[in-house]
């Protein structure tokens, strides 16, 4: 999957999303709480995941995300850099934000892929769906 180059060497914290509602359109706003803040390194790995996962044939579903993240940069007090909602059900991302360029918006993905399902379970972790 691509990601907006100007955003992935320059990100350095990610917002992990349970998404309770939307986005209903592409670049619409995602509703839900944070579940966790990966930073530095546990950011820079969640980014590297997702730019490993391959594409898919599509599946359609309606688009309902579960997850999500915001892209965040250095200054805590800018907008994300971007932000990308995950569909597991129909295998599709969509990007959006200052540093997303038009062709990298809607984007299909492998969710069995290993990555895919390792970043899940991560998601899953970080919001107290599994484990102690």
């Not at 803040?37 to 980014?47: K, Q, T, V, Y």
Request: aromatic letters at 10%; proline letters at 9%; one cysteine or more.
């Amino acid at each position: 999957m691509k990601l907006p180059a100007t955003a992935v060497g320059v990100t350095t914290r990610l917002d992990v999303v349970r998404i309770t509602a939307g986005p209903e359109w592409w670049g619409g706003p995602m509703t839900g709480h944070v579940a966790a803040r990966w930073e530095g390194a546990e950011a820079a790995g969640a980014l590297a995941l997702i730019r490993k996962f391959p594409t898919a044939q599509p599946n359609l579903c309606g688009f309902a995300p579960g997850w999500g993240v915001r892209a965040h940069g250095a200054d805590p007090a800018a907008p994300p850099l971007f932000e990308g909602a995950f569909c597991y059900g129909c295998d599709e991302a969509w990007l959006w934000g200052p540093t997303v360029a038009e062709h990298l918006g809607r984007q299909l993905f492998d969710s069995d892929s290993p990555n895919a399902q390792y970043l899940l379970l991560r998601f899953r972790e970080a919001a107290g769906m599994i484990g102690p």
